[in-house]
């Protein structure tokens, strides 16, 4: 055990610190995605290399070498300072890194520094209303006439599509191929004619999923990534990231400090929360889950930084992250009482509401990005070697 | 940075576990629970220096820490090994160190018994799991009275006392008025007695109760990595076992509901070998949080080894229920170790004490 990054991880956390220090003052707190505060911010972050970091300068990026205990500390300084750390989303999150990795000079030069400045805003047009689980079961047809694809189908939960300047979208391109085999990922702008796009209220009140709808949408066959058929080889290059990320240990604890003071300050029959001996008892031993998740992220940090595989440590995140939220945020919930039912605009709700609202989040999140009973299939098949399913008789 | 087992470290944990793979199976854990002894076996183990893991090196030891003794006692619970690990190889030395007697001969010399596999030590705090009206311990000069139900290891040659005061004596187990009758437990991989005290001649370790608390918490440590071993074995077993089971004229590994008790059993395991390791690690490294960490890792362990020997058992149908497969041991071990030293309810109440909520 070496729990210390080491005297050249602290000299390079000071120079967080000390430009955090000078800088935050110029942070957006809460303004538009497109407002000039939040584009001056990331390029700056970019400038300084704390946002684009590792993307190289060919592309606009700051061209640091991969580091993982430096995005880490520019992680938690601009988390402790609680301070925006840049533009995040499905462009810079996913798109991104697939380029880096498949796409073509010309692609990566036209996509990836509007991208990660801000001015070229993606959705991810993956799943459809037949394909949730079975994602590589998606019908959206993409067939070839001239120098075009020509689109047509129906996705669905694609977030912030209505803001999306572009789409990158996974289409069927060999309908004889197998499955997994007749997939081509494709780039094309939202403006593009016979695009509908519907918003999808979702169960908290927010449309930030929507419906979207092709209907004879021409793209140019150079703006495929990757060969035709290898569409789900391309978007695999990167779908791991997206489950890590989903129910971060460091934010639970926070969420969880927040009921803490919560329960001090409540109270019934004029006890304060946190003395019903039946709370206590579940609010440690939910700070025992929290705990553990927090260290078994430094040990994944760790099997990194050092390069030591642990596959199944990786596997179990998003499965036990999400589901720890869901049931923390629930039991705040349970401990407010008829209290916590206040919602929307009531003056007396808690925190913000935030109780409420995210007990819904986050069920939302236990389904997507691979629901909890598919991470489960994960884990068994590829962390503890057990036998897929037979296949059905057809 | 590197959070997680040195090379020394895993070196250890293979060649321990290679050797209770091979001179520990489980007929070895049957005869024992059927009325053997593990004389040999510690004798065996202690040839390997496990015996003086805690142990200063100017005393014969090895001078190693709570991590690496946490890894051993995954090791053990893992093969539900018969030994007195933790009173003798790990709370005594640990005890000695905390009361700043390392130096004095008459311990040093009980350190080297240690070391060589000649002398163990059982443990007797009335107070470990909570007070309760049976158990009692009191002091008139240097002499002991009272009754401890659950003491650690019937076969000790001296006993790590503590009264109720929370001082800490030593008492040799022939001593005169020192009296202990067998206290059969569910968990027969390990055996225990209730040790009575009449006026019985004492040597005082130390009067500070902030010892018997660090004590407890190295225990705690030790017990949760005894039973994420023990809940890893079993779990291995459940996915082995699932692989080979045929209903339906497919393995039942092939059914969802069996993978997806395994996965969850798998999910439930993964994180607390981190937090295992961490609270370990704060023993000797991080004393703020060494009473903390170890609650939670005692609490937490206590809880997900119940569903893992729940959830295992069931995979194993009603093989699982026989004393054919012997999966029980395990079961029983993962139980006795949920309870001992305070149960997850009683350790969470001491934790929300302890941080002030």
Redesign the interface.
Known sequence: MDLSYGPHYEAFREEVRSFLARHSKDAPRGEGLRSEKVLAWQRLLIENGYAARTIPKAYGGYGAAPDILESRIIAEEFAAARVSPGLGGQGISMLVPTLLEVGTEAQKTTFIPPTIRGEMLWCQGYSEPGAGSDLAALRTSAVVDGDDFVVNGQKIWTSTAHLADWIFCLVRTEPEAPKHQGISFLLFPMTTPGIEVRPLVDMTGVANFNEVFFTDVRVPTRQIVGQRGEGWKVANTILGHERGSLGDPNATMTRFNALLELMRRETVDGQRLIDNPLFRDRMASLQSRVLAMRLHDMRLLSNKVNDERAPMASLITKLQGTELRHELEGFAIDVLGELGLAYGDNPDKQDGGSWQTSYMYFLGLIIGGGTSQIQKNIISERGLGMPREPKLAK | ????L?EDQTLLDATVRRLLADQAPLDAVRAYADGGDDHALWSTLCELGLGGLLVPEAAGGLGLGV?DAAVIAEALGYHVTPAPFLGTAVLFPRAVTAAGLNNDPVWQERLGAVVEGGLRIGVAFPQAGGQRSRDSVTAAGENLSGTVTLALDDAADAYLVASNDGALWWVEASASGCAREAFETVDRSRRSCRLTLTDCAATPLTQDPAVLAELRAVAWVILAADSLGAGRAM?DKA?AY??EREQFN??I????AV??M???M???L??????V??AA?CQD?IRDEALT?AG??K??LG?VGQFVAKTATEVHGGMGFTDLVGLHYWFKRIGFNRQAFGN??RV??E??ELQG?
């Open positions: 940075m590197r959070f997680g040195s991590l779990l996915v699932a692989g497919r393995p590994a092939t059914f969802q993978k997806h395994c996965a969850e798998a999910a439930e993964e994180p607390c070998t981190a937090l390791w961490y690690h490294h960490t939670h890792a609490a937490l809880d997850p309810q969470r109440a934790l929300a909520w």
